[in-house]
T-cell receptor, first 111, second 114 residues
């Protein structure tokens, strides 16, 4: 039973537009959420995170939104750039620190 | 080095062979994690160390998997009598004491068992 779900395997957007990646979770004990970006043959790179006491965190072009009642979070990238093309993983953790990941969404930003 | 270093990057093993995968975490990071990533999936937790103590090994799939971090720095993941289903990318991550949730990953070791 997947506790973290990314229901869109892929997403394609035009350069300069907004990319919105979505993630749902089922475990109410998760209190910290992260987004990682992964290029082929590399490890996941930390992008941005949010604690469950917040509903929004922003870092440059990247914003993460958390809706606890819906158990849903999203990553917004504005404006999208071709270099953003990668697989994006949503991850969640609770008090034991181990990360539970979704299956990832492949983002393609077209020039 | 500046990041988490893993070796070897690629390992091909014959079924039944033992393998050892190494992880060198970011200097000063007390927490170290191992994850297994199958093709088309997200990473899955295997085990967690705080310094030299293995605090959680609930994700290790069988007793053929063993991890150690004897001096609280470098860690080794050992897989005995490898099976084809062990083929995956093995990722190591480390984090700071005050921000354990934010884990920094190495490039991984891709293990192929023939």
């Amino acid at each position: 039973d997947q506790q973290v779900k990314q229901n869109s395997p892929s997403l394609s957007v035009q350069e300069g537009r907004i990319s919105i990646l979505n993630c749902d979770y089922t475990n109410s004990m998760f209190d910290y959420f992260l987004w990682y970006k992964k290029y082929p043959a590399e490890g996941p790179t930390f992008l941005i995170s949010i604690s469950s006491i917040k509903d929004k965190n922003e870092d440059g072009r990247f914003t993460v939104f958390l809706n606890k009642s819906a158990k849903h979070l999203s990553l917004h990238i504005v404006p999208s750039q071709p270099g953003d093309s990668a697989v994006y993983f949503c991850a969640a953790s609770g008090s034991n620190y181990k990360l539970t990941f979704g299956k990832g969404t492949l983002l393609t930003v077209n020039p | 080095g500046a990041g988490v270093s893993q070796s070897p990057r690629y390992k091909v093993a014959k079924r039944g062979q033992d393998v050892a995968l190494r992880c060198d975490p970011i200097s000063g990071h007390v927490s170290l994690f191992w994850y297994q990533q199958a093709l088309g999936q997200g990473p899955e937790f295997l085990t967690y160390f705080q310094n030299e103590a293995q605090l959680d090994k609930s994700g290790l799939p069988s007793d053929r998997f063993f991890a150690e971090r004897p001096e609280g720095s470098v860690s080794t993941l050992k897989i005995q009598r490898t099976q084809q289903e062990d083929s995956a990318v093995y990722l190591c991550a480390s984090s700071q004491q005050l921000a354990k949730n934010i884990q920094y990953f190495g490039a991984g070791t891709r293990l192929s068992v023939l």
